[in-house]
């Protein structure tokens, strides 16, 4: 059996584990040096533990830029609990550690929304406080638990139901990008890049009301028309004013389109292309960009869009604001000279052949290409870099174009019908205006197909995969993908489920049902005071029992103890035993007196002594 400082460990080391995300590097280092340290018992001195603790705080500072976010003060508290284990001293040292660790995980559930961590809070919730029993001298019983259950459950059903939903609660982000990590951006700074390593955070989920191809897994976030030559900025063109509708119904060309967004995101993305997008009873119709930027204090986690492949992209406006490169004449004429071609189909072929003849290839880690001349000469790099290349060389021709930041690719999950997309399909492709509408080009496809062909993440699996092949025993077996699948349609469907249960969802029933919503805020204190008055009636009544069980447990026990030693007391008269017991000439009688006097305090006299070291003081006779 663990030890209960050891649990204690094991649950936010798991915590810490789920939470890698959020959890910075230094916190993570923090919590494995500190326990480690802790389940040795290796004491260190207070100065040094305050030093570290300072260390860790000041790189949040370093990391973030401020102190007052959800993310850090998840940081701050995992440190704390740490620092507090490792200064572990007295009793009240075990209950904060006790009551911050279930802060700490009740704190996580706002950030990671699995099943995976549903069970690891439920598991370690259970685990805590079968602690805290013993912490309290008490007996650990699984009936006590499914008892408090009965009784937690239905207010916790009513709650979840009753309690009144924000309009737009506060958005608790995750698996967001870290430097140097795949992920989607807003604009496009290639030449601060050297590598990029796979993220396999989710961004977002989405049902389709049609199955879609491989091809058409291009998924829209931003239009980029400013550059300087090389990297992409988004400037105010780029956004425009959406149209509000009455009410719209998708063509039967279009498909319709939910998603759930994972994190906190900068724009609506939507299968390009993009129509009408709708979210809190708002209907949206989208313009000449076919993009929509989230407003920052009102992220939209829930919406649909309607739209999809073989939508024309017509833009009427004038187009001189796609055709400015900023490149020396010297390095515009050689672009002219090397590509041939009129029209965007003739010069999109031009580019393609160059580029296969001279052997360019994709890497994720191509090194810093700095502009587009030095792009051109290394001859590697990766969607972003074969995108504005591209992009320059049709603005050159005469070729008004753009570019378009968003995803490619996604995993589908065949038992619940739905696409998961992660930050290794974050992608970037252009789009040339030819014969009065905007053309997808995606230069990625023409250096390494099976980035499209597969998807981001498939992509990379796969890359990851043929480097294993010498050895077998790291891959891993198909059915456990199968497993993953299956077990990601529960999670998607149980948090599609408890994310439904919001404002409107609520307005909606509560209108059936002809009650008022500010009505709720008088009937829930009712319905707490008249709970709380029920489960203090009951504690009470069921301590009662339970102090006279444990004592007679105690008597006879001791009766049992004295009867092995042939001493027979009578279980009537209490002043004649106690007479009995000062009469005898045994070894242990000052021992047995003392065990017969914690006896009486605790059974007659209301004493508080723990019952469980009573017990082991029995045991002894």
């Known amino acids: 059996m663990l030890r209960t400082d050891w649990k204690q460990n094991i649950v936010l080391l798991m915590f810490a584990f789920l939470m890698y995300e959020i959890l910075t590097i230094s916190t993570m280092t923090f919590v494995i040096l500190g326990l480690i340290a802790a389940g040795f018992q290796i004491k260190l001195h207070r100065y040094l533990r305050n030093f570290l603790a300072l260390g860790v705080f000041a790189s949040y500072w370093m990391t973030y830029g401020k102190i007052i976010d959800p993310e850090v003060g998840l940081n701050f508290l995992t440190s704390i609990i740490v620092l507090k284990i490792l200064e572990k001293e007295t009793i009240r040292d075990r209950y904060m550690i006790f009551f911050g660790l279930l802060l700490l995980i009740s704190a996580g559930s706002l950030f990671e929304k699995t099943l995976t961590y549903v069970m690891f809070f439920g598991l370690s919730f259970l685990m805590l406080i079968r602690d805290f029993y013993s912490y309290l001298g008490q007996k650990w019983r699984v009936k006590d638990i499914l008892l408090a259950v009965t009784w937690v459950a239905p207010l916790t059903f009513l709650l979840f139901f009753l309690v009144p939903r924000l309009l737009n609660p506060i958005p608790f982000g995750h698996n967001k990008t870290a430097p140097g990590e795949i992920g989607y951006t807003p604009d496009v700074n290639i030449s601060q890049i050297d590598s990029l390593a796979p993220n396999q955070g989710p961004v977002f989920q989405v049902m389709t009301n049609k199955p879609l191809k491989q091809q058409d897994l291009y998924w829209r976030g931003n239009t980029l028309s400013y550059n300087d030559g090389w990297n992409w900025m988004l400037m105010p063109q780029d956004n425009e004013a959406p149209m509000d509708l009455l009410g719209v119904s998708p063509s039967p060309l279009e498909i319709r389109q939910n998603f ?268 707490m005071v008249i709970f709380m008055g029920l489960y203090m009636w009951f504690l009470k009544k069921q301590n009662k029992k339970k102090k006279i069980h444990h004592h007679q447990e105690l008597w006879d026990l001791f009766f049992n103890r004295l009867q092995k030693q042939g001493i027979s007391l009578s279980k009537v008269s209490l002043s004649e035993n106690e007479m009995l017991l000062k009469g005898l000439q045994v070894p242990k009688k000052a021992f047995i007196m003392s065990a017969w006097s914690d006896l009486v305090k605790v059974s007659f006299q209301d004493s508080d002594l723990c019952l469980k070291d009573l017990r082991k003081k029995i045991k002894k006779i």
């Not at 296969?356 to 700095?370: D, H, M, Q, T, V």
Request: charged share 25%; with cysteine; proline share 4%.
């Open 260 to 527: 759930r967004l994972y994190n906190r995101s900068d724009y609506f993305f939507a299968l390009d292309v993009p129509r009408v997008i709708t979210f809190n009873r708002q209907v949206l119709g989208l313009g000449k960009l076919r993009t929509l930027p989230q407003k920052r204090y009102q992220w939209i986690q829930r919406y649909e869009v309607i739209g999809g492949p073989g939508q024309k992209l017509e833009d009427p406006e004038r187009l001189d604001q796609y055709l400015q490169v900023p490149l020396p004449k010297k390095e515009k004429s050689r672009i002219a000279l090397t590509f041939t071609g009129v029209t965007a189909t003739e010069i999109e072929q031009s580019i393609r052949q160059y580029f296969l003849k001279e052997k360019f290839s994709y890497s994720l880690s191509p090194g810093r290409s700095l502009n587009f001349q030095e792009f051109m000469d290394k001859k590697i790099g990766f969607c972003s870099h074969y995108a504005s290349a591209v992009a320059l060389i049709m603005r050159v021709k005469g070729i008004p174009t753009r570019l378009v930041s968003g995803y490619m690719g996604g995993g589908y999950n065949r038992f619940a019908d739905f696409y998961l997309i992660s930050q290794n399909d974050a992608h970037v492709w252009l789009e040339a205006w030819t014969n009065g509408e905007w053309k997808r080009l995606d230069p990625t496809e023409w250096i390494a197909p099976d980035r499209v062909r597969l998807g981001g993440e498939a992509f990379i699996e796969s890359v990851q995969d043929s480097r294993q092949r010498g050895a077998s025993f790291l891959r891993l077996p198909r059915f456990l993908g199968d497993l993953k699948l299956w077990f990601g349609q529960w999670d998607f469907l149980f948090y599609q489920w408890l994310e439904e249960m919001d404002y409107h969802t609520q307005d909606a029933w509560l209108s059936r049902l002809k009650f008022k919503r500010q009505w709720l805020f008088s009937l829930i204190p009712v319905l």
